[in-house]
């Protein structure tokens, strides 16, 4: 009896090649994605710590400045407080870099510890060092060699 040759089957692996390219480079964009958005989140939340501290740190000073002028209208003089023709002025520390500024004329005296009312010429926050220049960049003038 004759055998029946069986015809050679082919083996082929799956065509997978481009679809695993695709999905590899879905992960890595995704993983891209997601590294980003938590150095956003990360930084965000550095910002509004910072923020958050800038104005702690703001109304404590004004609490202290309005207990000044509290002491101020029932005729004392806090400690670090300036009197000069009338207007009282002192600075109150912020932070490191500023300072809040207060100018305060009190009006005419009531009695000999109270005052009649007074007028805020300056509550302010300002830079508390020096500013100095940095002149170590030669930039041009716009003059002409």
């Known amino acids: 009896m004759a055998q029946l040759s069986k015809p050679k089957e082919r083996f082929s692996p799956p065509a997978v090649g481009g679809i695993s390219l695709l999905v590899v480079f879905a992960v890595l964009c995704l993983t891209v994605f ?5 150095t956003t989140v990360q930084a965000d939340t550095r910002l509004a710590d910072a923020s ?5 740190d703001y109304y404590a000073a004004d609490c202290r400045a309005q207990e000044i002028l509290a002491r101020l209208r029932a005729g004392e003089i806090p400690e670090g407080v300036e009197i000069a023709g009338g207007v009282a002025s002192c600075a109150l520390p912020i932070s490191d870099t500023q300072e809040l500024q207060i100018e305060v004329r009190l009006d005419r005296l009531r009695s000999a510890v109270e005052t009649d009312g007074y007028t805020i010429l300056r509550w302010q926050a300002v830079p ?11 930039v041009w003038d716009g003059t002409v060699f």
């Open 128 to 138: 508390a060092g020096e500013w100095e220049s940095d002149d170590s960049i030669d």
């Open 52 to 56: 958050a501290r800038a104005v702690t």
């Open 34 to 38: 997601a590294l980003l958005a938590l």
